[in-house]
């Protein structure tokens, strides 16, 4: 029997309102969390060299934007992860999934600890580890949406 | 309802959304973080400002030019395939909010007179937000 088959391809449409709005917090503080890191270990080595108080200051005024982005991305983070409720999930996306959450953790001590340095030696280390973990962290995510 | 099957793969895919997400969190968290550290930095003075600004430049550029890279890239991807007149509407008004946010930040860099620095700032940074988010509308 002769059979045709008509390949018929989807038209793109645009998100619906509640995933662009989910979306969008979580890509804006993810932005604010780890753009801001990147840019403040440009600008912190920089400024130090003004010495005084210039780093405490810029480290400061970072944070009064980093810890409430931190804290949407988290929630958002769970709203994504509840939209996958009733699909089969593989084996790999909960092991990166999970691997993602501690690089979260580690990434928010890290930025904690960066907080209460005392020594321009800390703040680089715990600096540079939290914006790495980070860096993974958004790898991850991007994984996850596929 | 029948779930759909969720799993990984190390794609180019992933390779060309990872850079474009890294990307714009360098520049939109960018000016955010500027936005934040700004005011500080002018009590300490006008070297830190301007300091400030250069190492912004030096990061932003490079940023906004993976952006545009990936963008374009991002739209291939959708080569060939019928696409709905709001999709169209709004990729096209994301790709004017990318160039204006792009010429405010040069001209920012330019101008040395407060209030219209200020303006170019403000402009370059609610585009640029805005440009994020038609970007989210389109990725679906």
Same mark, same amino acid.
Do not use: D, R, T, W
């Given at each position: 029997m002769d059979c045709c088959y008509i390949l018929e391809m989807e038209t793109v449409q645009l998100a619906d309102w509640l995933t662009t709005i989910r979306l969008v917090l979580h890509v804006f503080a993810a932005a604010i969390w780890v753009g801001g890191q990147l840019v403040m270990m440009g600008l912190v080595p920089t400024e130090r060299?003004? %010495? %005084?108080?210039t780093e405490r200051i810029l480290l400061r005024a970072f944070s009064f934007w980093a810890w409430p982005a931190l804290a949407v991305l988290i929630l958002t983070g769970f709203w994504n992860l509840w939209t996958f409720q009733g699909d089969t999930i593989s084996t790999a996306w909960m092991a990166v999934l999970w691997i993602k959450l501690a690089i979260v953790v580690a990434a928010g001590m890290f930025q904690f600890l960066c907080d209460r340095a005392k020594t321009h030696r800390s703040v680089d280390l715990w600096g540079s580890l939290s914006c790495t973990c980070s860096v993974l962290a958004l790898f991850g995510g991007v994984l996850l949406a596929g | 309802m029948i779930g759909e099957d969720v799993t990984v793969a190390l794609n180019a895919d992933v390779v060309r959304l990872f850079l474009h997400m890294l990307a714009a969190s360098i520049w939109v968290g960018g000016q955010f973080v500027m936005l934040g550290v700004l005011e500080p930095a002018r009590k300490i003075g006008s070297l830190a400002m301007y300091r400030l600004c250069k190492m912004l430049a030096w990061l932003s550029w490079p940023a906004l030019a993976v952006l545009v890279v990936t963008g374009i890239w991002n739209i291939m991807m959708f080569n060939g395939e019928p696409k709905s007149t709001a999709w169209t509407v709004v990729l096209w008004a994301k790709v004017g909010l990318v160039i204006l946010a792009g010429l405010s930040a040069w001209l920012h860099g330019k101008i040395a007179v407060k209030w219209e620095t200020e303006t170019l700032a403000a402009v370059g940074t609610v585009s640029s937000v805005l440009a994020l988010i038609f970007g989210v509308m389109l990725a679906g």
């Open positions: 060299k003004l %010495g %005084g108080n | -």
